[in-house]
């Protein structure tokens, strides 16, 4: 029995499903006796229990802002202020003045703070009623009244996660030796479970309806990642199958070469020192994405020339024996704000101010931050930097005004990110006037289809393979092959292991993918030739819908595969 | 921030009208952080909105308030150091509002 999803972590896995269920009620022992004899212990039970679950949030925090985004940290530091909450405080108290035992307290308390919020008109106030909850769900897990939602740590035997969904706190904790695949019932490819199963390097399928109801705690389950598909009662030969196919790809050093000698870079995509060294690990062969922007999630000031220098050298360091580093100026806006920078409320931030529009807009701190990059260039790192969100000359203009002013500054080469279609459509001219590009194949796509990519109901017209999106990248690639200026590509179609043949085929000879990833792209790639990679590029261009796209990509990856 | 009148009702007690000007009104992160302003205060500090009213360093209390851009509330503070939390916190809100538009500053 298979069950359909969307791929958004490839590979294929076998192994015992590990059913995760969001925590219920306080059934059982806690309500007829929670352990204390009178309000005075209770109180003093809640104590202990806010200022441990304040201390845990505190390093959910601090992990949080350096592995996932600002915006993830910022739901928790709510419900830091939640947890210390005076009226949550009180109301919970005069439950417990009342006789309630400890957990109902908590429950009652809760539900009643929740319900203000969920009374109200606006949406976001109203979806923070959730947080209320969650908190409260904490407290009841510290407490030992409600059974926790440990995942499986360092040491147990490999599961496939099965889950409805997985909250941001729940990804984080997920232990990719143990986890060695990730499905659930919904979530696109842009949920955190999809992002963070990439970065793992685990398989993963999303958006399996009916997959709770099919699978069973403890029974293998099969599924594929490159596909799309779960199989919770996988066949005796399928099992074996695929869980040899759990074995670990080697890391391989070294340009890739196609069987029949061409050369493709693999590079990785990073934000931080620590996953430049990962990515190493991994045999990437340089980093062709470095998100800056992570840095200042992280609390370093955007003012100090010095700190972002020190930071840059850090990352440069940690790629060890020069290999090419990339680095992306901040990519900060209305859908990632960034505390130290507020900005208005914009009704849609991903056509607002953003990427080199916020930069310009904010000239000192742009300029801040190249010479931070140019310092470390100019002693001797020997980096590229690249600008994100340029839609024309215009503001590449702006940008090489501020770099004009900057002694040493032809020491970097500069790039930009074409991820706006208008820069794509002029391609020819952007690439005169800078020494790279390289290709953002989600955000492209979401502007070109003019599709939200986090918006599950469109999940269907999201896709990097839209024929109309594929012309446009032709066009990139033969633009940089006329002019010989350096294109790559740093999108999460280079992970679609479906799509690698097709952009080889295309003239891509380099592509950057979450560090993971790295070996899985090189392998995929000595096992192609360019011969029939052109000729499925070829294919593709003649083909007129998003599904005849795929269906040649389908049947491409089962011939290479058989 | 307009039509503020400060008044003295009694010695420990403070009180301002103000009209919240910055684009989330008290919502996401402006809640976060009038919440923990307030908190800085040994004072007690309610804050009412039309017919609306709750604890100001209470989040969830601030956030059931519902207060968008536009919004005019009431803080009123009383304690020690009444005077001061409710000068800070029309500091925070006058700065909220300031921040936003040194966006569009260049």
Known sequence: MTLRGVGVSPGRVCAPAFVHMPATDTSGEGRHDDGHADVKERRAALATALEASQAALEELIARTTERLDADAAAIFRAHQLMLDDPELADAIDRHLLDGALLPVAIERASEEMAALLHALPDEYLRERAADVLDVARRLLVRLGYVESLQLPGPGHPPVVLVAHDLAPSDTLALTPEVITGVVTEVGTRTSHAAILARQLGIPAVVGVEGLLAAVTDGHPIAIDGTAGECDPRPSAAKADQYAAATITVEVRRGRARTSDGVDVAVHANTSTPQEVASAVKFGADGVGLYRTEFLFHAGCALDDEEEQAEAYSAAVAAAADRRPMTFRTMDIGGDKPLAALPMDHEVNPFLGVRGVRLSLRRPKLFETQLRALVRVASAGGGIRVMVPMVSGLDELEGVKQILAGIPDADHVALGTMIEVPSAAVMIDEVLQEVDFVSVGTNDLTQYMLATDRTNARLEHLYDEVHPGVLRVLDAIVAAGQRQGKPVGLCGEVAADLRAVPLLVGMGFRSLSVAPPLVPHVKRHLSELSLAPAEELAAAVRAARTTAAVNALLSTFAEQEMS | ?106
């Open chain 2, 1 to 106: 921030m307009t039509d503020h009148i400060t008044e003295r009702t009694e010695p420990m007690q403070s009180t301002q009208d103000v009209t919240v000007r910055n684009e989330l009104g008290l919502h996401a992160r402006p809640a976060a952080r009038f919440v923990e302003e307030a908190k800085r205060f040994q004072a007690d500090v309610q804050v009412h909105a039309g017919e609306k009213g709750g604890n100001a360093k209470s989040l969830i209390s601030v956030l059931s308030l519902g207060v968008s851009k536009d919004t005019d509330i009431r803080i009123v503070a009383s304690g020690a150091d009444a005077e001061e939390a409710v000068a800070g916190l029309v500091d925070l809100l006058r700065s909220l509002e300031d921040e936003a538009p040194a966006e569009a500053s260049s």
